[in-house]
């Protein structure tokens, strides 16, 4: 596997959703291409930050009364 | 669908006010707060969601239970965001003091350049990542939903969504990475990208 192929597959592998083979094919990849290893951690980091912002403060009372439409 | 909800919506549908409170109350926390994660604007995501609720009550009787009504609320609501988004002025800034930065325990710097890189990522996303793609990452990434969620919202196959995933994840890390915010700073905001990326 190249570094562009392996790029390409970095969403498919955060979200679990590679078959057997490319996930292997890949983990090889990256554990021998430091460079791939560091895109994929900056990739790995932003979302994983982006997750822990999924939830606004709703205000509690925030709730509309249909009857009032 | 579950037996519940669908009975929820049959007797709402007859005009049963009770389950129509029901109905709409556990969904509208939900729809605001996709609202906020596509919007960054809690007027306008209020606005949308009250527009959305509206839209839904009107056309409960066209709603063929063919998805969760959680579903069909969120497709009312993304589409009535895009028709806002043609409307609206781009990049509206927003507020270091809107976000929520969970609780820690180490140094306060270190607190400060998460909470700028929390500032930063959303920026990013709200701003600078194309509507087409930032809708599929608020749904998958801040709401969490599954691929076939997703595909139902918007009416696409699985492999556009995961194409658009794939390429809006891109553009993500490619505008954060490169610290673009800065060019595209304005005098009400103060983007600082560049200094905390060390990834």
């Known amino acids: 596997m190249n570094c562009r192929k392996s790029r390409a597959l970095f969403s498919d592998f ?3 959703g590679l078959d ?18 560091k895109e994929y951690d900056s990739f790995n980091k932003i979302l994983v930050i982006l997750k822990k912002l999924n939830k606004y403060d709703v205000p509690h009372d925030y709730i509309k009364d249909i009857r009032n439409f | 669908m579950k037996v519940e909800e669908f009975n929820l919506i049959d007797r709402a549908k007859k005009g049963d006010r009770k389950a129509l409170d029901d109905l709409f109350g556990r969904e509208q926390r939900y729809i605001f707060n996709l609202m906020i994660q596509l919007t960054r604007d809690p007027a ?4 949308l969601t009250q527009e959305t609720l509206l839209g839904a009550y009107q056309n409960l009787n066209k709603f ?8 069909w609320l969120s497709k009312i609501a993304i589409n009535l965001f895009r028709k ?3 409307r609206r002025p781009k990049h509206v800034s927003i507020c270091l ?6 609780s820690e325990k180490t140094l306060p710097e270190r607190i400060v350049i998460k909470r700028e890189m929390q500032w930063c990522i959303l ?36 492999g556009k969504i995961k194409s658009r995933i ?14 673009k915010c800065k060019a595209f700073a304005e005098k009400d905001y103060l983007c600082i990208c560049d200094g905390i990326l060390e990834l």
């Open chain 1, 14 to 16: 955060y979200d679990h």
């Open chain 1, 20 to 37: 057997q083979k490319s996930h292997k094919a890949l983990i090889a990849h990256l554990s021998g291409c430091s460079e791939c290893q």
């Open chain 2, 44 to 47: 306008l995501a209020d606005d």
């Open chain 2, 64 to 71: 063929r239970l063919q998805s969760s009504f959680r579903t």
């Open chain 2, 84 to 86: 806002e988004c043609r």
């Open chain 2, 97 to 102: 003091e809107e976000i929520k930065v969970p």
């Open chain 2, 123 to 158: 920026h990013s996303l709200q701003q600078h990542v194309p509507k087409q793609y930032r809708e599929v990452l608020v749904l998958r990434d801040l709401q969490n939903l599954s691929y076939e969620e997703i595909a139902e919202i918007l009416s696409w196959s699985i």
């Open chain 2, 166 to 179: 794939h390429r809006g994840r891109k553009i993500l890390r490619a505008h954060f990475v490169n610290g």
